[in-house]
């Protein structure tokens, strides 16, 4: 097994029935979504990209470079690792202009690490609506909830998953005025 083999491969889901030491024993029965492509992968993210940064961007993560394409940019937040792990086996990539875009997600034994695209200079809505020189109309909060409503609504009819969890901290202003849900 290479250090990014996919979950979907039908070689890592028999070696995981086969072997009830695996940490992947429990898998969902209905497996990977055969449709996802390079998702999710085995190992540390520090296999495929140098983490350089630390950065907040709609809460803390790494700023890397990826050892491939042109050197990439993106953005690596670490959670912890889900027991039964059903719910990283039905992560999938996402693209979305209203939405920070999932390219890759890890799982080692303590973490599972998802890999977004990078959106250079953003801030989260809080940092927002904290600053006393920013005052935004009724126009910019409509405009803000219309991206947030797409946003919403590709992860919603397209991906088939729930947010749980849209506030203030998870919607950035990106430089060039675009709103994106983490």
């Known amino acids: 097994m290479t250090q990014f083999e996919d979950l979907n491969n039908p070689s890592l ?24 492509h390079g998702l999710p992968h085995l190992g540390h993210p520090t296999l495929k990209y140098s983490m350089n ?34 719910s990283f086996l039905k992560l999938q990539v996402a693209f979305h202009e209203n939405i920070v875009g999932l390219v890759e997600a890890f799982y ?3 973490a599972t690490h998802l890999v977004y695209n990078y959106c250079g200079f953003a801030v989260n809505l809080s940092q927002v609506g904290l600053t006393p020189a920013v005052q935004l109309s ?4 409509a405009s803000i909830c219309r991206s947030v409503l797409r946003g ?5 009819e397209q991906l088939l ?17 675009g709103i994106k849900i983490v």
């Open 13 to 36: 889901t028999a070696i995981a029935e086969n072997n009830p030491q695996c940490q992947f024993g429990n898998l969902d029965r209905d497996g990977p979504n055969p449709e996802r």
């Open 152 to 156: 919403l609504e590709y992860i919603h």
């Open 108 to 110: 080692d034994s303590k």
């Open 53 to 86: 940064w630390k950065v907040d961007q709609a809460g803390c993560g790494w700023l890397s470079l990826g050892n491939y394409f042109g050197y990439s940019t993106v953005l690596i937040k670490t959670k912890t690792a889900d027991k039964k792990l059903t």
């Open 138 to 141: 009724e126009i910019d909060l």
């Open 161 to 177: 998953i729930v947010h749980r969890r849209v506030d203030c901290d998870n919607i950035i202003l990106c430089s060039d005025g």
